[in-house]
């Protein structure tokens, strides 16, 4: 039998010199706003993605025009924790050289939207200039490493972003391209190959995600990540972390060899050993990943391919020691605290709902030019959580006072004081930019939230947590296959919505139906809404709910999440 074809990315990567390619032709290239297509892929190594505005496209191609192409620009931001500083410079380049908005995403980076070829890099250099960077925040390599941003036992914070940032810094890709291309580095000559000592010439089969969580809050949704580690700490210190693998939420309509997965826990290691660990984990999968099919590249398959134990007994072997038993934990969500927390220091911790993670300037609610005022005289610092949200934390005894007058100012101090179940929302960016959008996403979910807030109102669940996501395509970004709602863009104003996803992020969801017009998102859910606040048991979520009660049956694993789903699930929609 002949041996399989690696995927064209593949060859893309060998060919490109360590990620160089011919991106600083590219870029010197003025007569269009794009990069060839090699480039296209390349870019996202050094932290962008090629788009342009598709709602434009009919008027362009109406008068010969290229597509109004552009550049997101997604900045890493480890653990989440950003300074004053760093949120002032980002706050300047949204205006100075994107779209005059900052997106806050499900994997606490920054995106800047909307910038144009000719400006991308003095943008990225700027963002060099503020101590941050977005080399690694997109392509096959790990992404942004996350971290619970406000722990119920806030001493643990400084550990746990400790570790994030640590493993951050030790699975950077080594290649000078980005410091050359961007930054104006000095091309090194040498007679010797450069080496990538941990990802090698073709870098990781797919993109590797990381997060850290801290008990009882699961607010980074450690399920749902190729690898995480769930802190354990005993009399108020941390001591280790349990290692989960095998979590990714992307799938593809039609194809049900596709499919989200949860993580498994195999084991604990200590905190001394957790950059240890991430690095020969990544290792497994650079080994052993598939790199023929991209569908099938994730690091969920490889788990699901060999088997969990599997897994562990070559990590064990690459460790060259063993994991321990895995220890206790619980998780009791996956949202976010809003308003005022005090920590044991004294000090103060404010979360800002965010809508769908834009911050931006609105009539009547000048949010942006707020954050900015408050940047100026904030003495601590800004954590993007899991959930699109924003905490300025470390409010000192001294400033609150300060803080809590431009929040009245700018009309942020009551952002919270809204339906639990908008409160619980994450969309990603979908239409107008991302080139993979089936529907909308963003722009939608809030006009779904006011339609079912009505029925809320009526049946007494206000104030109740229901999580709800949608994204515009199957990718997943916006984690929809484990809240308790989900919406995914099947096709223009068109859904799946999907059911029964776990409260604290535990649980796959189920298909409930296919291809759902978005007028009739409110009528299909209404009864189920009412049946639920009749007859829920005491403490009973709305995903346990919808099992119980026969809407949809459970999923176990990934391979079930295409199995068991309902006939009329799949029949075709009025």
């Not at 930019?433 to 109102?457: D, G, S, W, Y």
Request: net charge negative.
């Amino acid at each position: 039998m002949s041996e399989k074809q690696l995927s064209a990315n593949e060859g893309i990567k060998t060919r490109s010199n360590y990620l160089r390619g011919t991106i600083a032709e590219g870029l010197a290239d003025l007569s269009t706003g794009s990069l060839c297509e090699d480039d296209q892929q390349l870019i996202k190594f050094h932290g962008s993605y090629q788009q342009d505005d598709r709602d434009l496209r009919p008027d362009r191609r109406k008068h010969r025009l290229e597509k109004a192409f552009s550049f997101m620009l997604r900045i890493r931001v480890p653990g989440g924790v950003a300074t004053s500083e760093q949120w002032l410079q980002t706050d300047h380049l949204a205006d100075t050289y994107a779209n005059g908005t900052i997106k806050l995403t499900t994997r606490q980076a920054f995106q800047l939207h909307g910038i144009i070829k000719t400006n991308l890099k003095r943008t990225i250099k700027e963002i060099n200039d503020a101590a941050m960077d977005t080399i690694a925040a997109c392509g096959d390599v790990n992404r942004n490493v996350m971290c619970n941003p406000n722990p119920y036992l806030s001493s643990v914070h400084a550990d746990v972003l400790q570790a994030a940032k640590d493993i951050s810094a030790h699975l950077t890709p080594a290649t000078r391209a980005y410091h050359e291309i961007w930054l104006d580095g000095e091309k090194v000559q040498s007679t010797e190959e450069e080496v990538e000592p941990i990802y090698g010439k073709t870098y990781l089969p797919r993109k590797f995600k990381i997060t850290i969580a801290v008990p009882p809050s699961n607010d980074v949704d450690i399920f749902a990540n190729c690898l995480s580690f769930i802190a354990i700490v005993e009399d108020g210190k941390l001591v280790g972390y349990n290692v989960a693998v095998g979590g990714g939420m992307g799938s593809t309509h039609g194809n049900e060899a596709t499919y989200p997965r949860i993580a498994d826990v195999i084991g604990f290691c200590t905190k001394e050993q957790v950059v240890d660990v991430a690095e020969k984990v990544v290792l497994v999968q650079r080994d052993f990943g598939d790199r023929t099919d991209r569908k099938h590249s994730r690091f969920k398959y490889t788990v699901d391919d060999h088997g969990p134990a599997w897994i562990l007994a070559k990590l064990n072997e690459y460790l060259g020691y063993e994991l321990g038993p895995v220890r206790e934990y619980k998780f009791d969500d996956n949202g976010d605290r809003f308003g005022w927390v005090e920590d044991e220091t004294g000090d103060s911790h404010y979360t800002l709902f965010v809508e769908g993670g834009r911050v931006l300037d609105v009539e009547g609610y000048p949010m942006r030019t707020g954050l900015r005022e408050i940047a100026k005289i904030h003495d601590g610092d800004f954590r993007l959580t899991a959930n699109q949200n924003l905490m300025i934390a470390k409010v000192s005894p001294a400033k609150r006072s300060q803080i809590e007058a431009l929040l009245e100012k700018y009309g942020m101090a009551k952002s919270h004081e809204q339906s639990a179940l908008r409160l619980s929302t994450i969309a990603c960016v979908a239409l107008p930019t991302c080139a993979l959008a089936l529907a909308e996403a963003e722009r939608f979910l809030p006009t779904i939230v006011t339609q079912l807030e009505e029925k809320l109102e009526e049946v007494g669940l206000r104030h109740d947590s229901i999580t709800m996501r949608m994204t515009g395509c199957p990718n997943g970004c916006g984690r929809p296959f484990i809240s308790e709602i989900g919406f995914v863009g099947f096709g223009p104003d068109r859904y799946n919505v999907y059911l029964g996803g776990g409260h604290a992020g535990q649980r796959l969801s189920k298909l409930f139906r296919k291809d759902v017009p978005s007028k009739d998102i409110k009528p299909l859910l209404d009864p189920i809404l009412e049946h639920y606040a009749k007859e829920r048991l005491d403490g009973e979520h709305f995903g346990d709910f919808v099992i119980r009660s026969g809407y949809v049956a459970a999923t176990i694993q990934g391979p079930d999440f295409h199995k068991n789903i309902k006939p009329e699930a799949v029949a075709l929609q009025s």
